[in-house]
């Protein structure tokens, strides 16, 4: 984030300090963003990297920061951990619990988990994923061998052509990141590990109908592969399962440990189980309006992804 910030929080500008007799007590930083809410456009930020030095902790620090953001007159987003999600639900904001990180292990014995686990917890899990390797091998085997329908790698898309697809399968009843090309370009095409980066769409060649975008990357000298964004026809299940696991062969095929993704609505969910992605763990997110209708909508159905905030933040 440090080397990368201008970009991730679209300037630094967005990027606070809070100070105490002169000290460096409190940072934060917001990431601009637009929201599809009840069919429109709601304006608003992901509110991140909120740290309190620990010699000014139970200091009101904290609160102060809150008020400001909260004097904020636009849509507050974050996906907050146990502890702050409880502040910010007693500050007024809607939590949700309901989210799950879902991971694809096609090679458990690398899983970072199952690698970094200590005491028994951590040798249960290496035993569990020793259990389950001759299982993951075979699962790669058969990722390996998908013949799509329609999915296709695209090289050198345009981010007018996952913008289509947006505006041609965007609901008015589901809350999420408004995808136009200017959104697509900054987040992606701009992104300082573009090179990292690979596109899939499906569907019909003048009107696709779903795109993922998958970020291979290596941490510690294990492969691994996010899909930072999937979007399209959620009620065409199929072309959704056929361009998923195109992008789960392309991530097996580069020697990719694990898969990750975020998924908030249940026919990903579903779509996403069917195919091997059995291991879940818990996401929340919250959200601040002064408009009762947001904050009604933003409790409803919303469809977020790991594109979304800094769940991806450059490594």
């Known amino acids: 984030m440090r080397a990368h910030g201008h970009w991730w929080h679209h300037g630094n500008q967005n990027r ?16 601009p963003t637009q929201c599809l809410i009840n ?17 000014f902790r139970g200091r009101g620090v904290q609160r102060f920061l809150d008020t400001e953001i909260d004097r ?24 949700r619990g309901d989210m799950r990180v879902l991971m694809f292990p096609l090679r458990p014995l690398r899983v970072k988990k199952v690698r ?26 058969h990722t390996m061998r ?27 009843g589901t809350a999420t990141t408004y995808r136009d090309g200017d959104y697509v370009r900054s987040r992606y095409f ?16 003048s009107l696709p109908t779903h795109f993922v975008v998958a970020r291979n990357l290596t941490i510690n000298g ?26 789960v062969e392309d991530g097996a095929r580069q020697g990719s440990s694990q898969i990750t993704t975020l998924a908030s609505i249940p026919e990903l969910r579903a779509v996403l189980r069917s195919m091997g992605f059995l291991i879940g763990t818990k996401t929340r997110f919250c959200w601040r309006s002064n408009s009762q209708n947001v904050m009604r909508s933003l409790g409803l159905r919303g469809h977020w992804v790991l594109g979304d905030s800094d769940n991806d933040a450059p490594e």
């Open 116 to 141: 970094t686990g200590s005491g028994f917890p951590g040798s249960m899990l290496r035993g569990s994923a020793c259990l389950a390797t001759p299982f993951a091998a075979l699962m790669r085997r």
């Open 222 to 247: 294990v492969k691994t592969t996010r899909l930072l964004d999937v979007f399209g026809d959620f009620a065409d299940l199929e072309g959704l399962e056929d361009v998923l696991k195109l992008a």
């Open 16 to 31: 606070w300090v809070a100070l105490v007799d002169g000290e460096i007590a409190a940072y934060c930083g917001i990431i």
């Open 39 to 55: 069919g429109g456009r709601e304006s608003g930020f992901w509110w991140v990297d909120l740290v309190v030095a620990p010699e």
């Open 146 to 172: 998908y013949e799509p329908l329609t999915a296709r790698i695209v090289e050198a898309p345009s981010p007018d052509l996952l913008a289509g697809i947006f505006e041609r399968h965007k609901e008015k």
């Open 190 to 205: 701009d992104a300082p590990y573009r090179a990292e980066l690979s596109f899939f769409i499906a569907g019909p060649a």
């Open 72 to 95: 904020m007159g636009e849509l507050k987003l974050g996906f907050p951990n146990s502890l702050a999600a409880r502040i910010h639900r007693k500050h007024g904001w809607g939590v």
